[in-house]
Structure formats: C-alpha cells, structure tokens
T-cell receptor, first 114, second 115 residues
Framework: DSGVTQTPKHLITATGQRVTLRCSPR?????VYWYQQSLDQGLQFLIQ???????AKGNILERFSAQQFPDLHSELNLSSLELGDSALYFC?????????????FGNGTRLTVT | AQKVTQAQTEISVVEKEDVTLDCVYE???????LFWYKQPPSGELVFLIR??????QNEISGRYSWNFQKSTSSFNFTITASQVVDSAVYFC????????????FGAGTRLTVKP
C-alpha cells in the first residue's frame, strides 16, 4: 500500500460530460502529480502541485484542470470529455520536489468515456 | 531531451528462469536519477529502486538486481529465479535533474512468468 488514495476507482461517463478525480497524498508528502496512462501514449505527466501551488505542467489539455487544497489533497477536473480521454489516471505524491524523491502512486482511476 | 527506451515490449519466461529487462536512457545532464517501477495486473505502480547518476554500484535486493552502466547509458533489471508473482509491466524512468516533475517513463516491458 503506497499510502496514496485515489477515488473513484472506476468512472464511466458520456462524451461532453465533466468529471472530478480525487487524490489524497501520503501523509507528509507535499508534492502531488497527475499522470495519464493510455495504451498508445504510455505514462504521460499532466501536472504537478507542491504545497498548494502549481509547480509544472506537462501534456495537460486545456479542458483539464487541477488544484491542490490546503489539506494537500488534489482534484483533477476533466471537462468536455472525448472518447480519447479514456485512460487510467494516476495520482502520485512525493515528500519533496527534489529529483531524488521517488513517486508513490495511487491505484489509479480508470475513466471510460462512451 | 530526456528519453527512456525499453526495447522489449513483452517477455515470457518459465518459472525459475532468470530474466533481464533492458533500459536505455538519454540525457544531456550529468546529474540525474533513474527508477524502476512495477505495475502488477491489479494496476497500481510500485516503486522498486532509485539510482543516482554518481553511483554506479550495482544493487541486489533478494531476487532483484540492477546493473547501472553510464558508459552505455543503461540501467538493466534482472530477476533471478523468476516466480509467477513477478508477472507485471515494468517501467524504467528518468527524472528531470532539477525537479522530479515530468519524470520520463519508458514504454514498459510486460513480463509474463509461466508456471
């Protein structure tokens, strides 16, 4: 058990809809990352927050947004969903933003857009 | 640019065989960190090991061992006496030198260990 909690585990929704994925990092971890895993793109970094502030953006679409709250939990909002957004979305946390810090991943949220 | 290549898409072995998963990386930086993660069929990603660019000492942890060679930009992972529970997708990753955001993952190698 990595200590990172993601909810929900599965989400099925229709195109055009909006969903929110939630992540609670390991106790004490200040950094939260969101990754998307799809068959064709592999593991893609979306966005990182550190202690409530956005730290870096990766291949995140404009239809997607995220935030980290004062209690350090994070939410990833996906809107105007398309079929291609179907993927496994991982949240990860680390103790710091140092490059030596390994990422600890949650179990992921599997999003299916129909 | 940073890049990680795992050329082996799928490997299948029989239990008790040894198996090596290859990882080749590209970076212009002198300081970097390499990682291996395991993704079992249940889907979660499990951290296995971290290695920094200044430490070329090989590491052994039980049946797992890692061979880091800067000269060939490789960080290979060997499982000795494989077991069915080792069946998973294994990812090699390279971290950004200043921050571990945008950690670059390889495409993964799917290992199947048959009884």
């Amino acid at each position: 058990d990595s200590g990172v909690t993601q909810t929900p585990k599965h989400l099925i929704t229709a195109t055009g809809q909006r969903v929110t994925l939630r992540c609670s990092p390991r106790s004490g971890d200040l950094s939260v990352y969101w990754y998307q895993q799809s068959l064709d793109q592999g593991l893609q970094f979306l966005i990182q927050y550190y202690n409530g502030e956005e730290r870096a953006k990766g291949n995140i679409l404009e239809r997607f947004s995220a935030q980290q709250f004062p209690d350090l939990h994070s939410e990833l909002n996906l809107s105007s969903l398309e079929l291609g957004d179907s993927a496994l979305y991982f949240c990860a946390s680390s103790a710091s933003k140092a490059p030596s810090s390994p990422l600890h991943f949650g179990n992921g949220t599997r999003l299916t857009v129909t | 640019a940073q890049k990680v290549t795992q050329a082996q898409t799928e490997i299948s072995v029989v239990e008790k065989e040894d198996v090596t998963l290859d990882c080749v990386y590209e970076t212009r930086d002198t300081t970097y960190y390499l990682f291996w993660y395991k993704q079992p069929p249940s889907g979660e990603l499990v951290f296995l090991i971290r290695r920094n660019s200044f430490d070329e000492q090989n590491e052994i942890s039980g049946r797992y061992s890692w061979n880091f060679q800067k000269s060939t930009s490789s960080f290979n992972f060997t499982i000795t006496a494989s077991q069915v529970v080792d069946s998973a997708v294994y990812f090699c990753a390279l971290s950004h030198p200043y921050n571990n955001n945008d950690m670059r993952f390889g495409a993964g190698t799917r290992l199947t260990v048959k009884p």
